[in-house]
Structure formats: C-alpha cells, structure tokens
C-alpha cells in the first residue's frame, strides 16, 4: 500500500460523458501528478499539481481538467468522453523532488 | 527530445535464470532513474531509484540497477529470478521536481 488512493476503482460510461476521478495523496505530499496509461501510448503524463497549483501539463486533453483542493486531494475531469479516452488513471503523490508514489488508479471504460 | 527507450518488450525466463533489462534515456541536465515494476492488475510500485552518488544501487526484492552516465543508460538487474517476478518493468526518468517520462515497458514472464 503507497498511502495514495484513488476513487473509484472502476468506471463505465457512454460516450459523450462526463466523469470525475478522485486522488489523495499520501500524508505530507504536496505533488500530485495524474498518468493515463493505455496499451497503445503507455504511460503518459497528464498534470501536475503543487500545493493547488498547477505546475506543468503534459498530454492532456482540451476536454480535460483538474484541480487539487486546500486539503490537497485532487480531482481529474473528463468530459465528452470518447471510446479513445477508456485506459487506466493513474495519480501519484511526492514529496517535492523526490520519488513518486503511485495509487491503486481508476479503470475507465467508455462505451 | 526527451525520451527513455527500453530495449526489451517481451521477456521469458526460467525461474533461476539471471535477469537484464536495458533502458537508455536522452535528457539534458540533471536526471533521476527509476524503475518501477507493475504486477498483474496492481499499481505501480517503486523498485528503485537514482539519484545521486554510488551508481549501484540497490532496491528491494533482490533487484539492483547500475547508471551508466556516459551511456545514458540505468539497467536493471537480479541474479535469479523467481515466478513472483512476473510482472511489467518501466524504466523511468525525471528532471527533479517534474513529471515521469517512461519507457513502453518490458513485460516478464518467468516460468516454473
């Protein structure tokens, strides 16, 4: 267990929808971080957050948003999902500078 | 452009059998390594890391990995390994402070 969860596990969705995933990073951690991982694009990295502050975007999708919140959890939006969008969600939590620890990820299905 | 390169995608070993995969990175500046390892359906989770000092490093499950700098590579390594290491192996790379950049993965199989 990293000390980073996320909710939910599973998702299943229609195209066109919009959905949110939920992280909280481990006790202490300012930096979360949101990863996408699909089969045919691995392991991308989306956003990152500092202390609710956005620091850097990766490849992350005009359609897709996130924020983290005072108590440092975040949140990553998804809407106008698209059958493309289904792959694992992953976040990460560190603290800043140092190894990142990931969650268990949320599987999202869009149908 | 940054990126990380693992050479190896599919791997199959007996158990016993010693274990290399290869990971080369291009970044500029100063870079941490990591390789993590994902077992069926779980998370991500941290094999070891690099970030300064003895090129040899050591983590957990009997796994070791050696930074090369002049090669830009950071290879892992185990002398023997067992069934329970079957899992995915991502190589990863950092500028401190910012996001992962990953490789595609090395997925291991060892069999009985």
């Known amino acids: 267990d990293s000390g980073v969860t996320q909710t939910p596990k599973h998702l299943i969705t229609a195209t066109g929808q919009r959905v949110t995933l939920r992280c909280s990073p481990r006790s202490g951690d300012l930096s979360v971080y949101w990863y996408q991982q699909s089969l045919d694009q691995g392991l991308q990295f989306l956003i990152h957050y500092y202390n609710g502050e956005e620091r850097a975007k990766g490849n992350i999708l005009e359609r897709f948003s996130a924020q983290q919140f005072p108590d440092l959890h975040s949140e990553l939006n998804l809407s106008s999902l698209e059958l493309g969008d289904s792959a694992l969600y992953f976040c990460?939590?560190?603290?800043?500078?140092?190894?990142?620890?990931f969650g268990p990820g949320t599987r999202l299905t869009v149908t | 452009a940054q990126s990380v390169s693992q050479h190896n995608h599919h791997v199959i070993l007996s158990e016993a059998a010693s274990l290399e995969l290869g990971c080369n990175y291009s970044?500029?500046?100063?870079?941490?390594l990591f390789w993590y390892v994902q077992y069926p359906g779980q998370h991500l989770q941290l094999l070891l890391k690099?970030?300064?000092?003895?090129?040899l490093v050591k983590g957990i499950k009997g796994f070791e990995a050696e930074f090369i700098k002049s090669k830009f590579s950071f290879n892992l390594r185990k002398p023997s390994v067992q069934w329970s290491d079957t899992a995915e192996y991502f190589c990863?790379?950092?500028?401190?402070?910012?996001?992962?950049?990953f490789g595609k993965g090395t997925s291991l199989l060892v069999t009985p």
């Open positions: 970044y500029g500046g100063t870079v941490n």
């Open positions: 990863a790379v950092n500028a401190p402070g910012y996001a992962l950049n």
């Open positions: 990460a939590s560190s603290v800043h500078g140092s190894e990142q620890y």
């Open positions: 690099y970030f300064s000092g003895d090129p």
